[in-house]
């Protein structure tokens, strides 16, 4: 029923920074959780970053803290992940994911947006 949408990726240079967003459309309930997962080829699915709504909690993958920032808007409709001081190993396809309920599962993921550090 929760449908998301990524946006915002593209092709940088190392160094440079970009602004993943991600739309979200039908019912999510006050207490839930917003992630980003990251897959690059010949490599396993990672989360690199989520915010829960109902205990407060933000937490990051060891390799981006201090480089990116998960967020969602006022509304809760878009979650933000802005990612800064990029390195090619960054690149990778980025996905949001939500746990509506905080059940301890993500069962709806958007399409993923490709980003490219070159």
């Known amino acids: 029923q929760v449908q998301l949408v990524e946006s915002g990726g593209g092709s940088v240079q190392a160094g440079g920074s970009l602004r993943l967003s991600c739309a979200v459309s039908g019912y999510v309930g006050s207490t839930h959780c917003m992630g980003w997962f990251r897959q690059a080829p010949g490599r396993q699915r990672e989360g690199v970053a989520s915010?829960?709504?109902?205990?407060?909690?933000?937490d990051y993958l060891d390799s981006v803290k201090g480089r990116f920032t998960i967020s969602q808007d006022n509304s809760k409709t878009t979650v933000y992940l802005q990612m800064n001081s990029l390195k090619s190993e960054d690149t990778a396809l980025y996905y949001c994911?939500?746990?509506?309920?905080?059940?301890?599962?993500?069962?709806?993921w958007g399409q993923g947006t490709q980003v490219t550090v070159s």
């Open positions: 994911a939500i746990d509506p309920g905080l059940r301890g599962y993500f069962p709806n």
């Open positions: 915010i829960s709504f109902g205990d407060d909690s933000i």
